[in-house]
């Protein structure tokens, strides 16, 4: 298997090279990279390059008689500049079904804001497989997959919306690691691209300048949107692939979206070295003003990850961690703080887990045939973070999103998950709604959920956090965790944003980057709702919860799943997944059982073995 690895790695690096698409379009291949190239050439954006990004999108705007702000991010989330033209207006939090309740309606939040949720989630969703953008992201969050789709299950990312908040104590608040936070999380709204050069991401656009901040309801047509081709422009000469794009990336064999049009009306090349008709603002604690910034190279320990070299167990793995900035590893494997789990059993099932990683056939990366490239994460049962690997090339935003499956898993299989969440305050946006009427509703579908210790996985909590119940059975009355989908959007989804909604507008108003997301420990870095996540068990006591973000959702179950399997028999200490008879899927709800894990039906590279999670 390390074999398999190494090869990889080699052809990785042998492949990169090659040049960033010109002024007169997109490069129509990736020069190679697969994974490696950022660590054999570590990258990044001039303050040149910075200001021509911004200067040809400030140049299609005016074409177009726009007015708008730009936001430029690095690949950990820095953000390098935000330049607001002169007379450019805010903007209205919108799903476009005229629901209330959540971030719908909210016109309070300052355009940067927006713009750098945009740039981030380009950055962020991508790497060198897959080129993702914030249309890619509406596509992929909404009820049904594709949206409009009547009939269909949820996307596959529903709920990543709310992650890698300002909140978060994932997030680094050091100069320039990252990962970063992003004021509104991850955006769907199109108009955030992520920008490359030779093939490494090198961070993201984001523009505002429509005065909606909303998604695409309907994929079947092609919107000229006036935020995307603004970010079209700016991203001239750094444009995504072509064959990494997400429009050649599919999912339960439907196809992404990348780009609806690209019929920019300015030339790129005639573009000033700088931009004008505005200037550089302030974005609170995430930009201050007064001119573009270079970025950071990924794979550097400035930037955040980095190889980890002096783990013996994570030998040959591939094995990244994140760095403080200054050489120290932020998640090093410890041994629990309840005493529950050795530092010896964390970091077997974190190289387990990744062992699974390096064998496992990607879903979202192009070429075919490349391993799955994820974020590794291990709580303890007072949501400690125990350890956090990666493998080298995968996307940012899977680091926030791996800690918050593993305690979402945790809290909910909490005889006490009830007690902690009705002591919460309710609500305050209006409509106000009070937390304990999601556990009332848990217990009334469930009886004794929350109190009795059965076992969530990340997918059984996500089967019941859906505005239909079964999911994608439009009409049906909502799982217990959502709101009624009369009163459901991505902007307004139930208990995962009436957790930390406060905090997210409350800190964008204060211009601050402060945290907890929620004053209960397991949703510090708030909840998560899709699939990845599964508690830790030695015999019938769960000591701890893995997480796992990235890939494909069954890629990710898979390797939480298998990789704590596979560590409990290497180890022999009794650690383990929860007995069958305590998990989830022993319950019966509307439509037939609860979902524990979904692993693929023939995952692997190396073998042509088939189901291999059953029996487990």
Same mark, same amino acid.
């Given at each position: 298997?390390?074999?398999?690895?190494?090869?990889?790695?080699?052809?990785?690096?042998?492949?990169?090279?090659?040049?960033?698409?010109?002024?007169?379009?997109?490069?129509?291949?990736?020069?190679?990279?697969?994974?490696?190239?950022?660590?054999?050439?570590?990258?990044?954006?001039?303050?040149?390059?910075?200001?021509?990004?911004?200067?040809?999108?400030?140049?299609?705007?005016?074409?177009?008689?726009?007015?708008?702000?730009?936001?430029?991010?690095?690949?950990?989330?820095?953000?390098?500049?935000?330049?607001?033209?002169?007379?450019?207006?805010?903007?209205?939090?919108?799903?476009?079904?005229?629901?209330?309740?959540?971030?719908?309606?909210?016109?309070?939040?300052?355009?940067?804001?927006?713009?750098?949720?945009?740039?981030?989630?380009?950055?962020?969703?991508?790497?060198?497989?897959?080129?993702?953008?914030?249309?890619?992201?509406?596509?992929?969050?909404?009820?049904?997959?594709?949206?409009?789709?009547?009939?269909?299950?949820?996307?596959?990312?529903?709920?990543?919306? /709310?992650?890698?908040?300002?909140?978060?104590?994932?997030?680094?608040?050091?100069?320039?690691?990252?990962?970063?936070?992003?004021?509104?999380?991850?955006?769907?709204?199109?108009?955030?691209?992520?920008?490359?050069?030779?093939?490494?991401?090198?961070?993201?656009?984001?523009?505002?300048?429509?005065?909606?901040?909303?998604?695409?309801?309907?994929?079947?047509?092609?919107?000229?949107?006036?935020?995307?081709?603004?970010?079209?422009?700016?991203?001239?000469?750094?444009?995504?692939?072509?064959?990494?794009?997400?429009?050649?990336?599919?999912?339960?064999?439907?196809? /992404?979206?990348?780009?609806?049009?690209?019929?920019?009306?300015?030339?790129?090349?005639?573009?000033?070295?700088?931009?004008?008709?505005?200037?550089?603002?302030?974005?609170?604690?995430?930009?201050?003003?007064?001119?573009?910034?270079?970025?950071?190279?990924?794979?550097?320990?400035?930037?955040?990850?980095?190889?980890?070299?002096?783990?013996?167990?994570?030998?040959?793995?591939?094995?990244?961690?994140?760095?403080?900035?200054?050489?120290?590893?932020?998640?090093?494997?410890?041994?629990?703080?309840?005493?529950?789990?050795?530092?010896?059993?964390?970091?077997?099932?974190?190289?387990?887990?990744?062992?699974?990683?390096?064998?496992?056939?990607?879903?979202?990366?192009?070429?075919?045939?490349?391993?799955?490239?994820?974020?590794?994460?291990?709580?303890?049962?007072?949501?400690?973070?125990?350890?956090?690997?990666?493998?080298?090339?995968?996307?940012?935003?899977?680091?926030?999103?791996?800690?918050?499956?593993?305690?979402?898993?945790?809290?909910?299989?909490?005889?006490?998950?009830?007690?902690?969440?009705?002591?919460?305050?309710?609500?305050?946006?209006?409509?106000?709604?009070?937390?304990?009427?999601?556990?009332?509703?848990?217990?009334?579908?469930?009886?004794?959920?929350?109190?009795?210790?059965?076992?969530?996985?990340?997918?059984?909590?996500?089967?019941?956090?859906?505005?239909?119940?079964?999911?994608?059975?439009?009409?049906?009355?909502?799982?217990?965790?959502?709101?009624?989908?009369?009163?459901?959007?991505?902007?307004?989804?139930?208990?995962?944003?009436?957790?930390?909604?406060?905090?997210?507008?409350?800190?964008?108003?204060?211009?601050?980057?402060?945290?907890?997301?929620?004053?209960?420990?397991?949703?510090?870095?708030?909840?998560?709702?899709?699939?990845?996540?599964?508690?830790?068990?030695?015999?019938?006591?769960?000591?701890?919860?893995?997480?796992?973000?990235?890939?494909?959702?069954?890629?990710?179950?898979?390797?939480?799943?298998?990789?704590?399997?596979?560590?409990?028999?290497?180890?022999?200490?009794?650690?383990?997944?929860?007995?069958?008879?305590?998990?989830?899927?022993?319950?019966?709800?509307?439509?037939?059982?609860?979902?524990?894990?979904?692993?693929?039906?023939?995952?692997?590279?190396?073998?042509?073995?088939?189901?291999?999670?059953?029996?487990?």
């Amino acid at each position: 298997m390390i074999r398999i690895v190494v090869l990889l790695l080699v052809a990785a690096l042998a492949g990169c090279g090659g040049g960033a698409g010109g002024d007169g379009g997109p490069t129509l291949t990736a020069p190679g990279c697969t994974g490696g190239c950022a660590a054999a050439t570590p990258t990044a954006l001039t303050v040149a390059e910075v200001n021509r990004i911004l200067s040809q999108a400030v140049q299609e705007a005016l074409a177009r008689g726009a007015l708008g702000t730009i936001a430029v991010v690095d690949r950990p989330g820095n953000v390098l500049a935000v330049f607001k033209m002169t007379g450019a207006g805010g903007f209205t939090i919108s799903g476009g079904r005229g629901v209330v309740g959540g971030l719908e309606g909210v016109n309070i939040v300052p355009p940067e804001y927006a713009a750098i949720s945009k740039a981030i989630t380009g950055a962020y969703l991508s790497s060198e497989g897959n080129a993702f953008s914030t249309r890619t992201a509406s596509q992929i969050v909404q009820e049904n997959f594709n949206p409009g789709e009547t009939g269909s299950p949820g996307g596959p990312l529903f709920g990543v919306q /709310f992650s890698s908040l300002s909140c978060s104590d994932v997030v680094a608040t050091g100069p320039t690691a990252g990962p970063k936070p992003s004021p509104l999380g991850l955006s769907a709204d199109p108009g955030g691209l992520p920008l490359y050069k030779n093939g490494i991401v090198v961070g993201g656009i984001g523009v505002i300048a429509d005065g909606v901040y909303g998604l695409d309801l309907d994929i079947r047509d092609v919107d000229h949107d006036l935020d995307e081709l603004i970010a079209v422009a700016g991203a001239r000469g750094f444009d995504a692939p072509v064959n990494r794009r997400a429009d050649h990336i599919t999912a339960d064999g439907r196809t /992404f979206r990348y780009v609806d049009s690209e019929a920019i009306v300015s030339d790129p090349a005639a573009a000033p070295a700088a931009p004008g008709s505005g200037a550089f603002i302030s974005a609170g604690a995430y930009y201050a003003g007064g001119g573009a910034r270079a970025g950071v190279a990924f794979s550097t320990a400035a930037s955040g990850f980095r190889l980890d070299a002096t783990t013996p167990e994570f030998s040959g793995l591939g094995a990244y961690v994140l760095d403080n900035g200054a050489g120290a590893n932020r998640f090093p494997p410890i041994a629990g703080s309840d005493g529950l789990l050795t530092q010896a059993e964390v970091t077997r099932i974190m190289a387990e887990a990744m062992r699974i990683a390096n064998r496992a056939r990607a879903q979202i990366r192009q070429p075919l045939g490349l391993s799955a490239q994820v974020t590794i994460s291990v709580v303890d049962t007072n949501a400690a973070i125990l350890g956090v690997i990666r493998t080298p090339d995968a996307p940012i935003f899977g680091t926030d999103v791996a800690i918050q499956k593993a305690r979402s898993a945790l809290l909910f299989t909490k005889p006490n998950a009830a007690a902690l969440l009705n002591a919460l305050p309710p609500n305050v946006f209006p409509p106000t709604l009070s937390i304990s009427t999601y556990v009332a509703s848990m217990q009334a579908l469930i009886p004794g959920a929350l109190t009795n210790g059965i076992a969530y996985s990340n997918r059984a909590i996500g089967n019941l956090a859906r505005p239909f119940l079964p999911d994608g059975i439009n009409g049906n009355g909502p799982g217990p965790l959502s709101r009624p989908f009369a009163q459901w959007s991505p902007f307004a989804v139930g208990l995962q944003l009436d957790l930390v909604q406060a905090k997210i507008v409350g800190n964008i108003l204060a211009g601050t980057n402060t945290g907890p997301c929620s004053t209960v420990p397991e949703a510090a870095n708030g909840i998560q709702i899709f699939p990845g996540s599964v508690p830790i068990y030695r015999g019938n006591v769960m000591v701890g919860a893995i997480g796992v973000s990235g890939d494909g959702i069954d890629q990710d179950d898979m390797v939480s799943f298998l990789g704590l399997a596979n560590a409990g028999i290497a180890l022999g200490t009794g650690i383990a997944n929860a007995p069958a008879a305590q998990r989830a899927d022993q319950i019966a709800v509307p439509g037939g059982q609860l979902r524990y894990v979904n692993c693929p039906a023939a995952p692997f590279l190396d073998t042509a073995a088939t189901n291999v999670c059953d029996g487990i």
